[in-house]
């Protein structure tokens, strides 16, 4: 057990993920330029919703005309048919023939061509809530993609690759809890911040209700699928590829924590001045997919914290015991698993380790024949 430890610490610890490899046949400003774009096309619907909400806390309306709902749809279509032409021109450039099978350019041709639709369809104004819903996380999606195309043309990795081996099962479920506690952190703050400005009645404007009423979400399923596009958009987008691009070129570091903690703090604006507690909840995600580099437990954790935290909010109908006894179920899961990991990885530690050596430099054999014993 100690041996894993140690083996553990020096992988997480002392011995930080390899950085990207440095850019040689693209500019650094071609770069920054992609990871602008990027975070307009990101930020730039869900910006429009968090100005309507941040803009109530001040007096104005909470909901759009319908002569102002116009250009707002037509931005959100643009939004759309701009990363359907990136996406497409970035698959369609790196599958030729002389790349790929002619059924793999047409499969991955094809869906790059389907989902860029799909994106653009979802852009559409429907009736229902929840068809808006699930058409934000299409949209996210689309994005989510586009992101890893742009960073493959520049041969940046995102290390989305599923854990082979216990220890590195093992390693991202770390990870992921370290996520999970900087996620919890921020909002933690935040919530903090809110309940003291409400406390002591200074008139700073803030949230007002809950923050599932603030941002619409009226039942788990609608909420659920929303947090496919938060996390396509916050994970994939905004930390992790704008993260690994700028470290690929070698910018300071200042500038990735900037270009990552403002959209964050722009995205959750509609808490008013208790947003600045959102600063941890972007600043540590990047400083840990700095040293660790492993996206798929970033999302994981995001999603889990989200869909608990939103579904305990909405079980206002219940009795407020089911809620702390909600929480104590999930920690003992996490324990569970995370004890179940461990033990795996120690096997799996201890199945690769060399058999012993006899001082005469010969391995010992088994044998079924037991060594003779001598009565004296």
Same mark, same amino acid.
């Given at each position: 057990?100690?041996s894993?430890?140690?083996?553990?610490?020096?992988?997480?610890?002392?011995?930080?993920?390899?950085?990207?490899?440095?850019?040689?046949?693209?500019p650094?400003?071609?770069?920054?330029?992609?990871?602008?774009?990027?975070?307009?096309?990101?930020?730039?619907?869900?910006?429009?919703?968090?100005?309507?909400?941040?803009?109530?806390?001040?007096?104005?309306?909470?909901?759009?005309?319908?002569?102002?709902?116009?250009?707002?749809?037509?931005?959100?279509f643009?939004?759309?048919?701009?990363?359907?032409?990136?996406?497409?021109?970035l698959?369609?450039?790196?599958?030729?023939?002389?790349?790929?099978?002619?059924?793999q350019?047409?499969?991955?041709?094809?869906?790059?061509?389907?989902?860029?639709?799909?994106?653009?369809?979802?852009?559409?104004?429907?009736?229902?809530?929840?068809?808006? &819903?699930? +058409?934000?996380? @299409?949209? /996210?999606?689309? %994005?989510?993609? $586009?992101? !890893?195309?742009?960073?493959?043309?520049?041969?940046?990795?995102?290390?989305?690759?599923?854990?082979?081996?216990?220890v590195?099962?093992?390693?991202?479920?770390?990870?992921?809890?370290? &996520?999970? +506690?900087?996620? @919890?952190? /921020?909002?933690? %703050?935040?919530? $903090?911040? !809110?309940?003291?400005?409400r406390?002591?009645?200074v008139?700073?404007?803030?949230?007002?209700?809950?923050?599932?009423?603030?941002?619409?979400?009226?039942?788990?399923?609608?909420f659920?699928?929303?947090?496919?596009?938060?996390?396509?958009?916050?994970?994939?987008v905004?930390?992790?590829?704008?993260?690994?691009?700028?470290?690929?070129?070698?910018?300071?570091?200042?500038?990735?924590?900037t270009?990552?903690?403002?959209?964050?703090?722009?995205l959750?604006?509609y808490?008013?001045?208790?947003?600045?507690?959102?600063?941890?909840?972007?600043a540590?995600?990047?400083?840990?997919?700095?040293?660790?580099?492993?996206l798929?437990?970033?999302?994981?954790?995001?999603?889990?914290?989200?869909?608990?935290?939103?579904?305990?909010?909405?079980?206002?109908?219940?009795?407020f015991?089911?809620r702390?006894?909600?929480?104590?179920?999930?920690?003992?899961?996490?324990?569970?698993?995370?004890?179940?990991l461990?033990?795996?990885?120690?096997?799996?530690?201890?199945?690769?380790?060399?058999?012993?050596?006899?001082?005469d430099?010969?391995?010992?054999?088994?044998?079924?024949?037991?060594?003779?014993?001598?009565?004296?």
């Amino acid at each position: 057990m100690t041996s894993l430890r140690t083996e553990l610490h020096n992988l997480m610890a002392n011995r930080p993920a390899p950085e990207p490899s440095e850019l040689t046949d693209a500019p650094s400003r071609r770069v920054i330029r992609h990871v602008i774009g990027l975070l307009l096309l990101a930020c730039c619907f869900p910006l429009i919703g968090t100005a309507l909400t941040s803009g109530h806390l001040y007096g104005l309306p909470s909901s759009l005309s319908a002569r102002a709902r116009y250009p707002v749809i037509c931005t959100e279509f643009g939004v759309a048919a701009i990363a359907f032409w990136w996406l497409c021109w970035l698959v369609f450039a790196r599958t030729p023939l002389s790349r790929v099978t002619p059924r793999q350019r047409l499969l991955q041709r094809g869906a790059a061509v389907l989902a860029g639709a799909a994106g653009m369809i979802a852009t559409a104004p429907f009736p229902i809530a929840l068809a808006q &819903v699930a +058409g934000q996380a @299409v949209s /996210g999606c689309v %994005l989510a993609w $586009l992101a !890893l195309e742009v960073c493959r043309s520049h041969r940046v990795s995102l290390r989305t690759a599923l854990p082979r081996t216990a220890v590195e099962r093992l390693r991202d479920w770390q990870v992921a809890i370290m &996520v999970f +506690g900087v996620c @919890v952190a /921020g909002g933690a %703050l935040s919530f $903090l911040l !809110l309940q003291l400005i409400r406390w002591t009645g200074v008139g700073v404007p803030v949230m007002k209700g809950s923050q599932m009423a603030t941002i619409g979400a009226d039942d788990f399923g609608t909420f659920a699928i929303g947090l496919v596009r938060t996390v396509a958009l916050e994970d994939v987008v905004i930390v992790a590829t704008t993260t690994a691009l700028l470290t690929a070129i070698r910018r300071p570091a200042w500038q990735i924590y900037t270009l990552v903690c403002i959209p964050e703090l722009l995205l959750h604006a509609y808490l008013g001045l208790p947003a600045i507690g959102m600063l941890v909840f972007a600043a540590g995600r990047v400083w840990l997919y700095r040293r660790h580099g492993r996206l798929l437990p970033f999302m994981a954790a995001h999603f889990t914290l989200d869909l608990v935290g939103g579904g305990l909010m909405l079980m206002q109908q219940f009795p407020f015991w089911y809620r702390p006894a909600l929480v104590y179920l999930f920690g003992v899961l996490v324990f569970l698993i995370g004890n179940r990991l461990g033990k795996a990885a120690k096997s799996a530690r201890a199945d690769e380790q060399p058999p012993p050596v006899t001082p005469d430099g010969e391995t010992p054999r088994p044998t079924d024949r037991p060594d003779p014993v001598s009565i004296q």
